[in-house]
């Protein structure tokens, strides 16, 4: 069986080049699923004719893989910012609105201006900003991609320190998702300042 071709994931920045636009957003979101931490997105701008094949999905490169690359991105990057969708943001809305807003906070920082949108999923906010929403994203984009590394490496070292407050629930493996350690940790300890209490924890307890 012939093994299925590489995903080109420039297909849709090298259109968008050849249509004028140049600069480019790729939009990524990583920590939707976890039950502690905030929600952090990020937002790559890269020259027109940028390729580094290298980059492509987070989650299917080493941890020391992503580090690397997200030195390189930034200093590849025409511009890049990282934000972070607050605890109070994800519990006075909804995680969907915070981690469409926090991608929102990367747009409105960048510099040049950005003329049109790449964002992984298949929502965004009301944008005056052309916009594609491309599911599966990180593996379609090479920006995406690369928006989606420079989140995740910010957000496990995030949550790694937040490890070292509180160890009982292993974040500086599971980065707060919901594994066993972090769910039998809930029920013996119950939840910290950190925890989304909108989510369902397994617990009523607050941790005094």
């Known amino acids: 069986m012939e093994k299925s071709a590489k995903p080109d994931r420039l297909k849709f920045e090298r259109r968008l080049w050849s249509e004028g636009y140049n600069h480019i957003v790729g939009l990524d979101e990583v920590g939707r699923g976890c039950l502690a931490g905030p929600v952090v997105a990020a937002g790559v701008i890269f020259e027109p004719g940028t390729d580094i094949p290298e980059i492509r999905d987070s989650k299917v490169v080493t941890e020391q893989e992503r580090i690397l690359l997200s030195k390189k991105i930034k200093n590849k990057a025409v511009f890049w910012s990282i934000k972070e969708g607050s605890i109070q943001e994800i519990k006075?809305?909804?995680?969907?609105?915070?981690?469409?807003?926090?991608?929102?906070?990367?747009?409105?920082?960048?510099?040049?201006?950005?003329?049109?949108?790449?964002?992984?999923?298949?929502?965004?906010?009301?944008?005056?900003?052309?916009?594609?929403?491309?599911?599966?994203?990180?593996?379609?984009?090479?920006?995406?991609?690369?928006?989606?590394?420079?989140?995740?490496?910010?957000?496990?070292?995030?949550?790694?320190?937040?490890?070292?407050?509180?160890?009982?629930?292993?974040?500086?493996?599971?980065?707060?998702?919901?594994?066993?350690?972090?769910?039998?940790?809930?029920?013996?300890?119950?939840?910290?300042?950190?925890?989304?209490?909108?989510?369902?924890?397994?617990?009523?307890?607050?941790r005094s």
């Open 92 to 206: 006075e809305f909804n995680i969907l609105w915070a981690s469409l807003q926090t991608m929102q906070k990367c747009v409105d920082e960048m510099h040049p201006n950005p003329e049109y949108l790449l964002v992984d999923g298949n929502r965004y906010i009301n944008s005056l900003i052309p916009y594609t929403c491309l599911v599966k994203g990180d593996v379609r984009s090479m920006s995406i991609a690369a928006a989606s590394i420079l989140a995740k490496v910010y957000r496990d070292e995030l949550m790694k320190e937040l490890h070292n407050e509180y160890p009982e629930y292993g974040w500086d493996t599971n980065v707060g998702y919901p594994t066993p350690i972090h769910k039998k940790a809930l029920k013996e300890f119950g939840y910290t300042k950190y925890h989304r209490t909108t989510f369902n924890l397994g617990t009523q307890k607050k």
